[in-house]
């Protein structure tokens, strides 16, 4: 069963990590662990898109942040993960988590007017997020 959100407004890279983080979870597992992270108990380990990222203190990580705003967005595809579940009739206990993909999408361009009649660009990249689970 897959579920998946087109172009929102997230960042891709926290969504890439938190999308390596629930590999391999079961739904209920994966879901407290956002709920963790959006409490600022866990930390989501960032293994890629490290650079100037402090230590946390969870056990096995080196380097962490807690990316609210991808969390909740990743948060809201579970319950629909879930539901596509419940609607195929699958049992949701036995559902892993076998595979969370991230991909860019568009890229909104807008313009910051600066001094002197110059202006710079102001990018906002949306983010598609797929998850599929299957029962162990």
């Known amino acids: 069963v897959r579920a ?23 739904i209920e597992k994966a879901r407290d662990y956002l709920l963790d992270v959006t409490n600022f108990k866990r930390s989501i380990p960032f293994r890629r898109y490290k650079n100037q990222v402090g230590h946390k203190s969870d056990p096995g990580t080196m380097s962490g942040r807690y990316p609210e705003k991808a969390a909740t967005e990743i948060l809201k595809l579970l319950d629909n993960l879930e539901s596509n579940a419940e ?35 102001k990018n906002n990249t949306l983010t598609h997020v797929e998850i599929v689970a299957q029962e162990a």
């Open 87 to 121: 609607y195929k009739g699958m049992d949701l206990d036995r559902l892993k988590i076998i595979n969370a993909t991230v991909h860019k999408g568009r890229l909104l361009k807008r313009f910051i007017p600066r001094a002197m009649g110059r202006s710079s660009a």
């Open 4 to 26: 998946a959100i087109r172009e929102k407004p997230i960042s891709h890279k926290h969504a890439r990590e938190i999308a390596v983080a629930m590999k391999g979870l079961s």
